[in-house]
């Protein structure tokens, strides 16, 4: 099939590119003063924060259109955009604790942010979850729409509840009012590993999407061998 | 629809719920049951030469009750379950708005009932002096049990019809109760260690908007969870 060629090439694309934004990251970008060598996860872990929190959003859009529209197409981009925004959360989870030892000593903290990560990673397995529990396709839609929006509109909210709380996470350095305070070339680094995240989530729900058009259509012609030997 | 109408069916639908409950009384007995046995495991969760009850309290609380909620929200529609009757419901002339808020105010009942026992008996348990915040300890409770019952009642309409109901409820309601549980814990804390009240109006006033927006979006998706 074309598209999960397509899907292939883009994401195989972006994770040659990443690695070459490492090469960069590593090599060309200077070493932060305080934080040393911990500090190159940042090119990794925020972009994917982003995409993570992204990538709800789009589901819950979705969700809105395909309450609309009745196209199982936006369902199925809801599903893939979900699926790819847990393991970009899971990312973000990982990739937090590894630069938090040495920085922080301590692998976890009930900060406010890695809370709101959690928070963002368990709704995306109650997701994930709703859908393995409905069998109906049309059903399936409509409940994970329901949830896709409801966990669209939570984020604020978790967003809101966790900025109340003191917290020991670096403050936004890019995305904040005024100039972002880092150096050029520790932005340009920043802002290339951004676009290969942006690239790998468009590879890999192109994919996820193909995918699940694929498995409808297996599905759809086992029923009908199923109705067939019935018959 | 008039809004007149609205509430009336709403309240037919809500009268009918707590009638069916009323008659056979097992689910809020269990589910007072159910909240002072957990009120008794709390006790033995702590050391109480270490830590006092009043710093454990207002926890023990919204612990108690989310767990308590958690159970009773699954019931509003499993009633439904039987014999079809949701069918039934779907089928009379009322619009799905009237059926979603008729079983709000049921569950809001119930989950009330469940905790006006349960605050005295926190009291008695912990030794909490609750008397003196009466009023904006129930404002707290009332407007964080809106807020999380409001989008359980949503959830249990589609959990309910799933595989592994009893449990898909809780994996998916929890994340979207965590925000108003921890306001709410948060200003039950402030509120029995004396603090004044302008410090846990913020708190109020995030649980306040957190209902507006969750009944508003829970009366607006709920058509999509029933209509086929």
Not at chain 1, 89 to 94: H, P
Not at chain 2, 26 to 55: M, W
Not at chain 2, 166 to 180: A, G, K, Q, R, S
């Amino acid at each position: 099939m074309r598209m999960l060629r397509v899907g292939r090439w883009i994401t195989a694309a972006a994770l040659l590119l990443l690695a070459g934004v490492y090469v960069r990251a590593l090599a060309f970008t200077p070493v932060e003063q305080s934080q040393g060598l911990a500090q190159k996860i940042f090119y990794l872990h925020v972009p994917a924060a982003i995409w993570a929190e992204t990538a709800i959003v789009l589901t819950g859009l979705a969700g809105i259109f395909f309450l609309f529209l009745k196209d199982l197409r936006l369902d199925r981009f809801a599903a893939s955009s979900a699926e790819v925004g847990t393991i970009f959360a899971a990312i973000v989870l990982t990739t937090g604790p590894i630069w938090g030892k040495p920085i922080w000593g301590t692998w976890w903290t009930w900060d406010a942010r890695l809370t709101f990560t959690l928070f963002l990673f368990l709704l995306y397995l109650g997701y994930l979850l709703l859908r393995g529990a409905v069998v109906d396709p049309a059903t399936r839609a409509r409940y994970s729409a329901v949830l896709g929006i409801c966990g669209m509109c939570l984020v604020p909210f978790i967003h809101f509840s966790v900025y109340m709380f003191p917290t020991l996470h670096p403050m936004p350095i890019v995305l904040q009012p005024g100039r972002p305070k880092l150096p050029a070339s520790m932005l340009t680094t920043w802002l290339l590993a951004l676009g290969v995240f942006t690239l790998l989530y468009v590879g890999f729900v192109v994919q996820r999407y193909a995918l699940s058009y694929l498995q409808e259509q297996l599905e759809a012609v086992g029923e009908a061998g199923r109705g067939r030997g019935d018959g | 629809m008039r809004s007149p109408e609205l509430i009336r069916h709403a309240w037919t639908i809500a009268r009918k719920d707590l009638l069916v409950e009323f008659r056979s009384r097992t689910a809020i007995l269990s589910a007072v049951v159910f909240v002072v046995l957990v009120l008794v495991v709390f006790n033995f969760g702590r050391d109480p030469t270490a830590v006092a009850t009043i710093d454990l309290a207002p926890s023990i609380l919204w612990v108690t009750f989310t767990f308590a909620a958690v159970l009773a929200l699954n019931r509003a529609f499993q009633i439904e379950l039987e014999n079809q009757a949701l069918d039934g419901l779907l089928l009379a002339p009322i619009g799905p708005s009237s059926i979603y808020l008729g079983k709000l105010l049921a569950n809001l009942i119930f989950v009330a009932t469940v905790e006006l026992i349960g605050v005295p008996l926190l009291a008695l348990f912990f030794n909490v002096r609750v008397l003196p915040y009466l009023a904006p300890l129930t404002a707290i409770i009332a407007l964080a049990t809106v807020g999380f019952v409001a989008v359980g009642t949503l959830f249990s309409a589609m959990t309910v019809r799933t595989r592994f109901a009893e449990l898909l409820l809780p994996v998916l309601l929890l994340p979207f109760m965590i925000p108003p549980l921890s306001w709410a814990t948060l200003a039950t804390g402030r509120l029995l260690a004396g603090r004044p009240l302008s410090e846990i109006a913020g708190w109020l006033n995030m649980l306040a908007v957190y209902d507006v927006v969750f009944v508003t979006l829970a009366v607006l998706l709920f058509p999509a969870t029933v209509n086929e």
